[in-house]
T-cell receptor
Framework: AQSVTQPDIHITVSEGASLELRCNYSYGATPYLFWYVQSPGQGLQLLLKYFSGDTLVQGIKGFEAEFKRSQSSFNLRKPSVHWSDAAEYFCAVGAPQGGGNKLTFGTGTQLKVEL | NAGVMQNPRHLVRRRGQEARLRCSPMKGHSHVYWYRQLPEEGLKFMVYLQKENIIDESGMPKERFSAEFPKEGPSILRIQQVVRGDSAAYFC????????????FGPGTRLTVT
């Protein structure tokens, strides 16, 4: 079964600074990978996804993520953080084979942006 | 194009009552998923449905929980005889045929059991 680890529970960055949120997965083959963002009291918004092909994927709101098979990672990055990026970020994995259609989520990283 | 709709957004139930949570998928989506988010945790898969069919209920508790997605109308997640441990945010997601892993989430229903 697939699993996801987000090692950082909380991260604080200054507005304008760069951001990297870590995500490691466990799955026997190449999974489908996703990053979602959740603002307080809201649902999850899909930021970006990786299914296959180019390992650097671009998403909405200026975010990007890179799939690194050798490290089983799919880290989320943004060159310059805005105060409105403060939210909780979830990495998720789907299994193309044998895992059904469910997504498995990490426990999330809470991002705080200092002005 | 409306997104995934869930109602109610907030629901308070006393222990022993029933909770009914509704989910209308995005237009053109025929697959519905329910996830539960307990405080300080990520989302956990509960059940995956297509119209009139439960495809995967491997994440559903064995008792008190049921889900349906009828031919007409929204998907319903039903929790009978609620207990305090059922207090959580319940999210519905939907997807299209052929892109079932690309799931779009609703705003959630926050259930509080008193």
């Amino acid at each position: 079964a697939q699993s996801v680890t987000q090692p950082d529970i909380h991260i604080t960055v200054s507005e304008g600074a760069s951001l990297e949120l870590r995500c490691n997965y466990s799955y026997g083959a190449t999974p489908y990978l996703f990053w979602y963002v959740q603002s307080p009291g809201q649902g999850l918004q899909l930021l970006l996804k990786y299914f296959s092909g180019d390992t650097l994927v671009q998403g909405i709101k200026g975010f990007e993520a890179e799939f690194k098979r050798s490290q089983s990672s799919f880290n989320l990055r943004k060159p310059s953080v805005h105060w409105s990026d403060a939210a909780e970020y979830f990495c998720a994995v789907g299994a193309p084979q044998g895992g059904g259609n469910k997504l498995t989520f990490g426990t999330g990283t809470q991002l705080k942006v200092e002005l | 194009n409306a997104g995934v709709m869930q109602n109610p957004r907030h629901l308070v139930r006393r222990r022993g009552q029933e909770a009914r949570l509704r989910c209308s998928p995005m237009k053109g989506h025929s697959h519905v998923y329910w996830y539960r988010q307990l405080p300080e945790e990520g989302l956990k898969f509960m059940v995956y449905l297509q119209k009139e069919n439960i495809i995967d209920e491997s994440g559903m508790p064995k008792e008190r929980f049921s889900a349906e997605f009828p031919k007409e109308g929204p998907s319903i997640l039903r929790i009978q005889q609620v207990v305090r441990g059922d207090s959580a945010a319940y999210f519905c997601a939907s997807s299209q045929i052929g892109t079932t892993h690309e799931q779009y989430f609703g705003p959630g229903t926050r259930l509080t059991v008193t």
